[in-house]
């Protein structure tokens, strides 16, 4: 019997999944819902997007997906390694074996909607100005809110489901009708840094002004980092990450104040920002990060929560994307193991990916130091550890970031690895 899927939210891990179940057959005959404007069509808004980064978790979701992994390649940049800019204009360098595949988020969504295309109907219909409202889990119904086109109150719409995915993000409407402590447990804390995003117009690759390509390049300021990646057209863009409190960014009135504000702290930075992006900059109102531990991503046997609905984590450690295409892999493989069968399917999902989750939360709080002189040690070892490392594989474990961005090893045993130096950054976030 043909199952009607709804999926909320038409994120990467919301689109990859609907891939995922179209290529088992068509059994599957989904709807996705997303509460924005269908990105192919509007004009793209730089200041709702990022750059991230992929890693080889990530790409094997992708790439199980026939044509995916070479249309994200084309619109993608490898960076080999990521050099730290000083204060007095020194550079420190590091480098990866296996470079990381960066690219805007919004492309991301892009591309792998346009290889939805092929599909009729029939078997995927995407509904976009969208926003889900309420969730009726005995009644299997969804309800949605239309984007007003008139100064009328916009139309609601209310349809079946069989299956219901929540795809939709660390503030997931699906995940909060699970909210009764019985169905649920969540934790949810706001990351300690805000952020805006950051752009720099295209330079000519001769100009002495160009930042070294094939690198993530990264500054650090009074608890204030700067992360930019060269983008497919030339430009750079990425994030500034600061306190919300207390923070000189909010204290920006200016155009002016904006650029002197970059060329003290992060003088490469502030160079090359034309006084456009200075405007745009106070314009864009600061995001916060909300991460996201859960208890179970299972409701009975119809409803699953999954990428950041489930587990959303500080950007830091550059893995929320990365682990939520790996959530559809899992669930692909389930679907397998158990022969399409979802209420086992899912409940498994829980059984098997929370452990993993919860990891992945704690590495994106406690993986990386906010003190300078801890961030020191952390540098040291990682070189020490890559070494010992290339010595002795067998007795020696691949350095944190090599685990990171360069493995799928599981999270969880990434951190039980690595327990004792996250304990030591958990302890040393708290005392700042
Ligand atoms: C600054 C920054 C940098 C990052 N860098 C990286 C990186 O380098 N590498 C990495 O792996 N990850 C990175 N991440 C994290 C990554 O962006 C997310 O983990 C990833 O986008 C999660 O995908 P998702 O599909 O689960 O959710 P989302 O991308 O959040 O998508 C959710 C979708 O649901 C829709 N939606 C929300 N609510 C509703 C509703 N009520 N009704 C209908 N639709 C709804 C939204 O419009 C959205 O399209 C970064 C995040 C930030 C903020």
């Not at 209420?343 to 990386?368: M, N, P, S, W």
Request: charged share 20%; aromatic share 8%; hydrophobic share 40%.
């Amino acid at each position: 019997m043909v199952k009607k899927v709804v999926i909320v939210g038409a994120g990467p891990s919301g689109v990859l999944l609907a891939h995922y179940l179209l290529r088992r057959g068509d059994q599957y005959q989904i709807d996705l819902y997303d509460r924005l404007s269908d990105p192919r069509v509007i004009e793209f808004s730089n200041a709702r997007t990022y750059p991230i980064s992929l890693t080889e978790r990530g790409m094997n979701a992708l790439g199980q997906i026939e044509g995916v992994e070479d249309a994200v390649r084309a619109i993608s940049l490898e960076m080999s390694g990521t050099i730290f800019h000083q204060q007095n204009g020194k550079t420190r360098a590091t480098s990866r074996k296996k470079p990381l595949v960066t690219l805007d988020r919004t492309n991301l969504v892009i591309t792998l909607l346009e290889l939805t295309e092929k599909y009729t109907d029939s078997r995927l219909k995407l509904h976009f100005n969208h926003s889900c409202t309420e969730v009726n889990f005995a009644a299997k119904t969804i309800t949605f809110q239309t984007a007003a086109q008139t100064a009328e109150a916009s139309p609601s719409l209310t349809v079946n489901y069989d299956l219901l995915i929540g795809a939709d993000g660390a503030r997931s409407v699906v995940r909060s009708h699970f909210l009764n402590p019985e169905l649920l447990e969540v934790e949810q804390n706001y990351v300690s840094t805000d952020y805006k995003a950051v752009l720099l117009p295209r330079l000519d690759p001769s100009s002495h002004m160009h930042l070294e390509p094939g690198k993530i390049h990264s500054w650090r300021s009074d608890g204030m980092f700067v992360v930019l990646l060269h983008q497919f057209d030339g430009s750079m863009s990425g994030v500034i990450l600061f306190p919300p409190q207390n923070n000189p960014v909010a204290a920006l009135t200016t155009p002016e104040a904006v650029l002197q504000f970059f060329r003290d702290r992060f003088p490469e930075v502030g160079q090359r920002m034309t006084a456009a992006e200075a405007e745009t900059f106070l314009k864009r109102s600061p995001s916060r990060i909300l991460t996201t531990r859960c208890s179970r991503y299972h409701h009975g046997d119809s409803v699953l929560i999954i990428g950041d609905a489930a587990h959303s984590v500080s950007a830091s450690i550059g893995q929320g994307c990365n682990a939520a295409l790996e959530d559809v892999t899992i669930i692909d493989r389930l679907l397998d193991e158990f022969d399409d069968n979802w209420a086992v399917a899912i409940a498994q999902f829980t059984d098997r990916r929370k452990a993993d989750a919860h990891a992945l939360v704690e590495l994106g709080d406690y993986a990386f130091p906010s003190s300078s002189k801890l961030f020191i040690e952390f540098v040291l070892r990682e070189q020490l550890a890559k070494t010992l490392h290339q010595l002795f594989p067998d007795r020696v474990a691949p350095s944190l970031s090599e685990l990171l961005f360069e493995s799928s090893v599981s999270y969880a045993e990434i951190l039980q690895s690595y327990k004792g130096w996250i304990a030591k950054v958990k302890k040393s976030n708290q005392q700042l």
